[in-house]
């Protein structure tokens, strides 16, 4: 089993930043991909940017890129979204997953971006 808390949702006025973590326990050595995804009012889950943990390789969505920015604290085994200049149209409930979307998904944060 492997268990995902996400961490750091809340308001912000468009132009501002949010820093999201996700803790990170039990058996995770196999849980080589860690991923975002959010899901908007009314809409579908969208993918947001993942990290390799092997390699450190990570790679996003169009729609943060250059915004979004996903590392790893390996000490406090957490994944963290630091997301800049947000919008309006990145409000949305922010996802942790381990290892796809048939592995683990934490219980999601709320992020409020306002005009």
């Known amino acids: 089993q492997v268990q995902l808390l996400e961490s750091g949702g809340g308001v912000v006025q468009a132009g501002g930043s949010l820093r999201l973590s996700c803790s990170v326990s039990g058996r995770t050595a196999d849980m080589d991909y860690m991923y975002w995804y959010r899901q908007a009012p009314g809409k579908g889950r969208e993918y947001v940017g993942e990290i390799r943990r092997s390699d450190g390789h990570i790679d996003y969505a169009n729609s943060v890129k250059g915004r979004f920015t996903i590392s790893e604290d390996n000490v406090t085994n957490t994944v963290i979204l630091q997301m800049n200049s947000l919008k309006p149209e990145d409000t949305a409930v922010y996802y942790c997953?381990?290892?796809?979307?048939?592995?683990?998904w934490g219980q999601g944060t709320q992020v409020t971006v306002s005009s």
């Open positions: 997953n381990a290892g796809g979307e048939r592995g683990y």
